[in-house]
């Protein structure tokens, strides 16, 4: 067995995997399911400080991303994608697909978004119907300040959508001090529970836009609207993952009980970070440092298959590289939820110093 040190998935608690264990019932049928859902949506509502609607999803956390794209695109929408990482420009697919126009805020991916740049953007052509913002850009570590992006797009009637799949819980996110509309959340990163669900915040403004659409959702499985009412009606649009979301809940509860969880994250990353500076490894980046994963130049003489490749056979690491125009340049460590402990900090850093000055 490898310490997964990843981006995400991240290592699972035991108590986690226990409760998937758990006996199944049938979530259709049994009326008390009902309750277990909504109340493990509420949870995630209050962990993120608003009184917004959670829906969990039966799929990865790009179901998430999708699933806003599809519910709120209509044909010739003009949405904003800010594009400073792989996946901020990513969501330009999701637009096209469901017939809107991406229109790309491309800037330096070195840097975080510059938000006084993005105003000036924006006082000149500000006609959108929403903006894509990606809080983590998990394959290069840029962190954008998503608590002021999204307030900024607010004060020109844009409605916010941001994927903080990769920084929630290692970052602190307030759904309601941050003026977000439609928030994507995973399982499988700071979350630490197995990969496989999604879960989306939506505001009335969302839900006043889906409702009002000319035209219908170009999707079933990726319409947030077939869940309106499921509670009352006591019927899901389709069988809920029941295992999945025992688990998901039992990671809640630990989230819930942790409440140094934003700190420790925070104190990791800075060690992390100045650890590699410190013996001559190059980080990826000028600003946006995330507290969830560091990205590190593969330096010369050694490849990035040669330093993932020895951490895992030698020391049982698995770290991941990274794709797109990063492919083959940088390596990652995942500090996030379960990962980000001083033992497993400690034993990273050793093995890659090992690794790099050995080369």
Known sequence: MYKIMTPGPTQVAENVRNARARECTNPDLD?????????????????????????????????????????????????????????????????KIYGGEPVLYTTDYEEEIDVADLEEYLKNDHAFKYATVVHCDTP????????????????????????????????????????????????????????????????????KAVRGRKTPVASFYCNLAVFEGYYEKQWFPYTMPISDIYGLREALENIKRDTGMLER??????????TLRENGIALYGKSGFSNTVTAFMVPEGITDREILCTLKEKYRIMLAGSFG??????????????????????????????IVKKR
């Open 140 to 207: 290069s570590g840029r962190l954008n300040d998503i608590s002021k992006i999204c307030p900024l797009l607010k004060q020109y009637g844009i409605l916010t959508v941001v994927d903080s799949v990769s920084a929630m819980f290692g970052e602190y996110v307030n759904v309601d001090d941050f003026k977000i509309d439609l928030l994507c959340g995973g399982s499988q990163k700071a979350v630490s529970a197995p990969p496989g669900l999604t879960f989306v915040t939506l505001s009335d403004d969302v839900k």
């Open 325 to 354: 125009q990063f492919a083959g340049k940088l390596v990652r460590i995942g500090h996030m939820g379960e990962n980000a402990t001083e033992e497993n900090v400690d034993e990273v850093l050793r093995a890659i110093l090992e």
């Open 31 to 95: 009326m008390a399911f009902y309750d277990y859902y909504k109340e493990t949506c509420e949870l995630i509502s209050h962990l993120l400080h608003t009184d917004n609607e959670t829906l969990i999803l039966s799929g990865e956390g790009i179901l998430g991303l999708e699933a806003a794209c599809a519910s709120l695109t209509e044909h010739g929408d003009r949405v904003l994608v800010l594009d400073n990482g792989e996946y901020g420009r990513g969501f330009q697919d999701f637009v």
């Open 265 to 274: 994250h925070k104190r990791l990353a800075q060690k992390v970070r100045n």
